[in-house]
């Protein structure tokens, strides 16, 4: 699904720190991004104004409202740029260049009746603009999200509209006490899941996958690695796949079918 | 004021000396949201091989203070592809395209320019240099007169379309290999490639590229490339297209100053991916404010 790219110089409208390392970014866009659409899968690459950092970074959209032009960023500080960003306040500018990467495919030919979302820390930030795009699409998503501990699991309350949503945490702290693997809804099978999505730590994904594989249900998952430029010219993100070599994550991913991946 | 913004660059004229750096534009079109690419001087396209190219395995690069490493192994889908499938798609852009050409033989070179050979509209080829002679014990055909001599003699046999040398400044001398390529037949010098360099995770105490060792490019580099630029147009004839960080208008022009006739821009437009159409707009602001009618009288200009 092709839209129109920009680089956008963005208004902060809120900037919400969530727990230690996670934030919550929403974004005005200027007019002329009217003309983008953001899917769920999708990136920006964002750039801070340090002199500690030089490259932009690519982080996920969570949500998009297309009436009022505006996006949120779901972030995580991890290092120079964005602990940068953490500090930004509302009314400063961003500059933002969008919409990158390709998207989950939500069309009959892959999209089935029963889809299952699975969320692992950040990755819940795709996942959540998905789940919208399922229900607005008139199917209801089983949402299974999943963290260390309670402080990590984050946006739960935007998944409201989701009736069958379960939470997980390695220690326990809140919901289930394991990991997304472990949850009944896994376990114990009763539901047949027709797809499966799913965004977090590759060694999550990789044990989803085997589950899936094994169940044999098609599932699509969202790859991060290093990105210098975010739109298929460096060739610095490649990930190696089954049968079409090395990829690029930023602009033939960062979605991709469990089986091409290579693990 | 009318302002001429055209430049020779080895026996071809471009509209103006803001040309794009081959590996940071891929092939072109990519750009094509946020620069209008028939205002660019040229574009520098992804460089091609004989064969087909995996390239190095990821990790691929690293941000460094002001820069970045890169080892990417030339990923690309050989000449054959490009000629068939690529070109057609970038030959109307109505900007120059040069074909940035690659190889670990000398033999590759030049089966890679035969194949070029047939494409009339591409005027000029830019050959580099710092690609690892696997028959020299992987040693780059550039950091050495001969090595460069032979590869630039051999593509020299091969075509007859205007020849862009790249150069390596991985080199004690650059002024020694610039000549070499003069004298072997090189119609235009293109200066810097990157330098070789190298990072660490302290945490897990390994290198941070698969590779160990890539190539460093960004603003970081700037003062070598111009030094490089400034050295080289004491010494040789033919025009030098300068690069290494540039990243804006002052950078351009300090390159120009320094002997350039015209520049690449290359990692900075992963920074900002419109700075090149905004270059080519604020070159001409300046030479409009300065009342400078031909941005030839730049070139060299720098007073010792």
Known sequence: MYSQKKILDCTILENTHLNDSYFLMLLQLPEEGRVCSFRAGNFVQVYAKTPDAFLRRPISVCSWDKDLNRIELLIQSVGKVTSHLQMLQSGDVLSVQAPLGNSYSTSSDFLGSRPLLIAGGVGVAPILLLSQELLQKGIQPTVLIGARTSSLIVLKERFSEVENLFVTTDDGSLGHHGNVLSHPIITEGKEIFTNVYTCGPRRMMQAIGGWAQEKKIPMELSLENHMPCGMGVCLCCVEDTKEQGNVRVCTDGPVFNLESIKW | ?304
Request: aromatic share 6%; proline share 5%.
């Open chain 2, 1 to 304: 004021m009318v302002v001429d913004t055209t430049v020779d660059i080895g026996g071809i004229t471009i509209k103006n000396p803001i040309m794009t750096a081959s590996g940071t534009y891929g092939y072109g079109y990519e750009f094509a949201p946020y620069v209008d690419l028939s205002s660019l001087g040229g574009i520098l396209v992804k460089g091609t091989t004989f064969a087909p190219r995996q390239g190095n395995p990821y990790p691929r690069s690293v941000e460094t203070p002001s820069g970045m490493l890169n080892a990417v192994g030339l990923q690309n889908k050989g000449v054959h592809y490009f000629v068939d499938h690529i070109y057609p798609e970038i030959s109307q852009l109505g900007t120059e395209i040069i074909v940035n050409v690659n190889g670990s033989t000398i033999d590759d070179y030049v089966r890679c320019v035969e194949v070029l050979n047939g494409i009339d509209t591409i005027r000029m080829i830019e050959v580099n240099i710092s690609c690892p002679n696997v028959k020299e014990g992987g040693m780059a055909f550039g950091v050495t007169p001969k090595g460069a001599t032979s590869v630039v003699d051999a593509v020299r046999k091969a075509t007859n379309k205007k020849i862009m040398v790249k150069l390596s400044p991985n080199v004690t001398d650059i002024r020694e290999i610039a000549l070499a390529v003069e004298g072997a037949g090189a119609d235009a010098i293109s200066m810097i490639n990157t330098m070789l360099g190298m990072a660490i995770d302290h945490k897990t105490r390994r290198p941070l590229l698969s590779t160990i060792t890539g190539g460093l490019s960004g603003p970081c580099v700037k003062p070598i490339a111009l030094r490089m630029v400034w050295q080289t147009a004491q010494v040789v004839k033919v025009p030098i297209i300068g690069m290494g960080g540039i990243s804006s208008l002052e950078d351009v022009l300090q390159f120009l100053i320094a002997g350039a006739s015209a520049v690449q821009v290359g990692t900075y437009n992963f920074v900002n991916p419109a700075i090149t159409g905004q270059l080519v707009k604020e070159l001409n602001q300046y030479l409009q404010e300065n009342n400078i009618t031909d941005v030839r009288s730049l070139i060299g200009s720098l007073e010792v």
